[in-house]
């Protein structure tokens, strides 16, 4: 009974470490595609940035696509992305704003802290489990 909670418990520093390497590279390829398409700007739906072949405004091939989603969950957390200015739809106003969180799947379980990025590309942290804008850099 023991060794359940010492399992979890050593597991969620790891669930931290690749939960802050996704959000880096999650923000890379959003980076990268509001560069690459300056139309669209940020998108508004991860699924923009989704495997393609040749790259479009539609699939750009910058995100796996079980990553691709604008809500998935992996190791240990619930990711969810969301577009907060503009339109990032390619055709009406570029996406200028967003926002994205990762939350532990179970608190105190699957990890800790939660965190937070948005467009200053400063990804944010917090123990309580639920990070936002104004929680200490990590």
């Known amino acids: 009974s023991i060794a359940i909670p010492n399992y979890f418990r050593s597991k969620m520093p790891a669930n931290e470490a690749a939960t802050v390497n996704n959000l880096r590279g999650m923000t890379t390829s959003l980076t990268v ?3 690459t398409f300056k139309e669209c ?3 508004d739906s991860l699924t923009k940035l989704k495997p393609g072949s040749p790259p479009t405004n539609a699939a750009a091939n910058l995100l796996e696509a079980g990553m691709a989603q604008d809500a998935f969950y992996r190791t240990g957390y619930n990711y969810s992305y969301r577009l907060l200015g503009g ?6 106003a570029p996406g200028n704003d967003f926002e994205i969180e ?6 105190g379980r699957t990890g800790m802290r ?10 944010r942290g ?3 489990g639920d990070a936002e804008p104004n929680s200490p850099p990590i």
């Open 126 to 128: 917090d123990a309580d």
């Open 114 to 123: 939660g965190f937070y990025v948005n467009t200053t590309l400063v990804i």
């Open 41 to 43: 700007g940020y998108p």
């Open 87 to 92: 339109v990032g739809d390619c055709t009406g």
């Open 102 to 107: 990762a939350k532990p799947a179970i608190h």
């Open 33 to 35: 595609y509001a560069l």
